[in-house]
Each structure stands twice: as C-alpha cells, then as structure tokens.
C-alpha cells in the first residue's frame, strides 16, 4: 500500500517557467512533510519542508503548498532553471500510536527543465 | 562540516554472501536511518538508530540488520544475499531521532550477480 504517491513520472518544462511537481497521501497521520532532490550518483538533498499547521512555506525559487483536506501537496519552483533537472522525491512523517517518524517516501518525479 | 559518508561507494557481490556497509553520520548526528533505493520502489525504509537502539524498522527480512557505535557510526549487514538485493543503499542522519530534517549520503550501489 504506497501512502505517499508521486503520480507523474515525469515532467518537462522550459527554462524560466514554472515547475510544479504533486504529491498525494493517503495516512491522515503523516504530519510533516518534506521535498528532496537527487541528482544521479548522489544522495539526496533536503530542498523544503512544512508542518501540517501551515499551507505554505517558501524558501527562494522554492515554495510547497498544502491541502490537508485534499491530502495534498505541491512543490513550486519558478523560475524554473536548467541546474533544477533532476528527480524530486516527496517524503512524509508522523506518529502512529508512538513515536514513529520515519520517512516515507514517493516514487519520485524526473523534472527535466530545458534551456 | 562534513557530510554523511558512506563506504564503500560501489559493491558487487555473488548470492549467498553477505556484506557490511558503513555511514559516518554529520558531526553531532546521532541519529542514522537507513533506506534502499530501487528503480520500481523508490525509497524504502530500512530501520532508524539512535544511541545505540534501533527505534524503528520497516517492512524487510531478517536478513537486513543493521547496528550503532557509540560515536554514532552504524553499519548495516545483508546475509545470504539475493539477486532482487541489488540497489542503492542510502544511510541518512539527523540531530535527534524524531521530527528532524534527515541528511543523506552519496550511498553505496550494491550489485549482485
């Protein structure tokens, strides 16, 4: 059962756009919630995060929005920037009858930003 | 400051054996998970150390273990390895277990034939 789903592959977008990548989740207890990106052959890097008390954080080029009815969250980068290619992972934590906040993580999203 | 680091970098090895990876988690991290990487998973929880105790545990065989140091280094052991163990390995840290950003490193590309 994946709880956090990342339903497009992929995404393609031109240089200066904006990139807007989603992320749904189904465990109503997942209360933090973060973006990372990898690059090929690395680790991946804490990009942003948000607490379920807010709907949005920004941080530069980089803003997640989220609907908590809707289960929801998205990740914004305008503008979009060559160096921004990359796979983009969303991850989730919270408690579920104890301490427990592991990552669980999406498939992730390849962002190709073209120049 | 240091990142985390992981060794080795790149690992083949045959069925049936084992092997250990390493992670040096960031300076002052004592916390250290560990997730395996594949092309049709993603990112999967392995299990999460913090002084020394395993606090959590995803959904893998009892052939993936894992320990902690005192320093906060841990190492991860797969025995009697399969085919479908091949992947990344990643090792992440965080300051204190919990609600706390965690830190990955490059990881290790386990292949095994």
């Known amino acids: 059962d994946q709880q956090v789903k990342q339903n497009s592959p992929s995404l393609s977008v031109q240089e200066g756009r904006i990139s807007i990548l989603n992320c749904d989740y189904t465990?109503?207890?997942?209360?933090?919630f973060l973006w990372y990106k990898k690059y090929p052959a690395e680790g991946p890097t804490f990009l942003i995060s948000?607490?379920?008390?807010?709907d949005k954080n920004e941080d530069g080029r980089f803003t997640v929005f989220l609907n908590k009815s809707a289960k929801h969250l998205s990740l914004h980068i305008v503008p979009s920037q060559p160096g921004d290619s990359a796979v983009y992972f969303c991850?989730?934590?919270?408690?579920?009858?104890?301490?427990?906040?592991?990552?669980?993580f999406g498939k992730g999203t390849l962002l190709t930003v073209n120049p | 400051k240091a990142g985390v680091t992981q060794t080795p970098r790149y690992l083949i090895k045959t069925r049936g054996q084992q092997v250990t990876l390493s992670c040096s988690p960031i300076?002052?991290?004592?916390?250290v998970s560990w997730y395996q990487q594949t092309p049709g998973q993603g990112l999967q929880f392995l299990f999460e150390?913090?002084?020394?105790?395993?606090?959590n545990k995803g959904n893998f065989p009892g052939r993936f273990s894992g320990r902690q140091f005192s320093n906060s280094r841990s190492e991860m052991n797969v025995s009697t390895l399969e085919l479908g163990d091949s992947a990344l390995y990643l090792c992440?840290?965080?300051?204190?277990?919990?609600?706390?950003?965690?830190?990955f490193g490059p990881g290790t590309r386990l292949l095994v034939l």
């Open positions: 300076s002052g991290h004592r916390s």
């Open positions: 150390y913090f002084s020394e105790t395993q606090r």
């Open positions: 992440a840290s965080s300051r204190v277990a919990g609600r706390e950003t965690q830190y």
């Open positions: 991850a989730a934590s919270g408690t579920s009858g104890g301490s427990n906040y592991k990552l669980t």
């Open positions: 948000i607490s379920s008390i807010k």
């Open positions: 465990n109503s207890m997942f209360d933090y």
